[in-house]
């Protein structure tokens, strides 16, 4: 069945550091693919989404591309902040339910 | 004001006490679900629904209820609460006819604790 694989976490950076989490998936076919956000205390955010091969989303800074020959979907940031501390999740639509699967989600913390 | 809302927002109970978690949006999607959230698991799917008279089970049903009162309105049910269903419990809704359909929205939120 469809699945989400993300890097293990928590990832510990320092503010303006580089940031890439690693998301890797199996699925029928080729479906659209997500990353999410949840800071602390709140509810899952929609941070960017690409729908087909080498789409690239973007939003806040951050960005990620689709990757059909690696099966990847990898989020990168340039610069992160404290604000950036957060649970990231990859997840994908599954079957024509519009289900979710998601990764395990990966911890990211900023320090000053 | 929010879109998705969920009432309690946190909730501390007893094993076998029947507890009632509610959702309703403001969004006017017809498809809601309710996902439960472990540390290391991600969300996974307790139940869907399409629309008021189309409910369906996801991958972990087992010990859960739901009831769909309205478009507005999906109620997650504990029957019989048991401390392995401690969790956060997520609705999300999705409007199928947009061009962003698969994208979900998501509620603040339900921390669960049952002793």
């Known amino acids: 069945g469809d699945s989400v694989t993300q890097m293990e976490g928590p990832v510990t950076l320092s503010e303006e550091a580089f940031l890439t989490i690693n998301c890797t998936y199996t699925?029928?076919?080729?479906?659209?693919l997500f990353w999410y956000v949840q800071y602390p205390g709140e509810g899952l955010q929609l941070l960017l989404k690409?729908?087909?091969?080498?789409d690239k989303g973007s939003n806040k800074g951050f960005e990620a591309t689709y990757r059909k020959e690696t099966t990847s979907f990898h989020l990168e940031k340039g610069s992160v902040q404290v604000s950036d501390s957060a649970v990231y999740f990859c997840?994908?639509?599954?079957?024509?339910?519009?289900?979710?699967?998601f990764g395990q989600g990966t911890t990211l913390q900023v320090k000053p | 004001d929010a879109d998705v809302t969920q009432t309690p927002r946190n909730r501390i109970t007893k094993t076998g006490k029947r507890i009632m978690l509610e959702c309703s949006q403001t969004?006017?999607?017809?498809?809601m679900y309710w996902y439960r959230q472990d540390p290391g698991l991600g969300l996974r799917l307790i139940y869907y629904?399409?629309?008021?008279?189309?409910?369906n089970k996801g991958e972990i049903s087992d010990g859960y209820s739901v009831s769909r009162q309205a478009q507005a309105k999906f109620s997650l049910s504990l029957e019989s609460a048991i401390p392995n269903q401690t969790a956060l419990y997520f609705c999300?809704?999705?409007?199928?006819?947009?061009?962003?359909?698969?994208?979900?929205?998501f509620g603040p939120g339900t921390r669960l604790t049952v002793l």
């Open positions: 629904s399409f629309d008021v008279k189309d409910i």
């Open positions: 999300a809704t999705s409007d199928p006819t947009r061009r962003s359909a698969d994208t979900q929205y």
């Open positions: 690409a729908t087909k091969a080498d």
């Open positions: 997840a994908l639509p599954s079957g024509n339910t519009g289900k979710l699967i």
């Open positions: 969004k006017g999607h017809d498809r």
């Open positions: 699925a029928t076919g080729y479906p659209s």
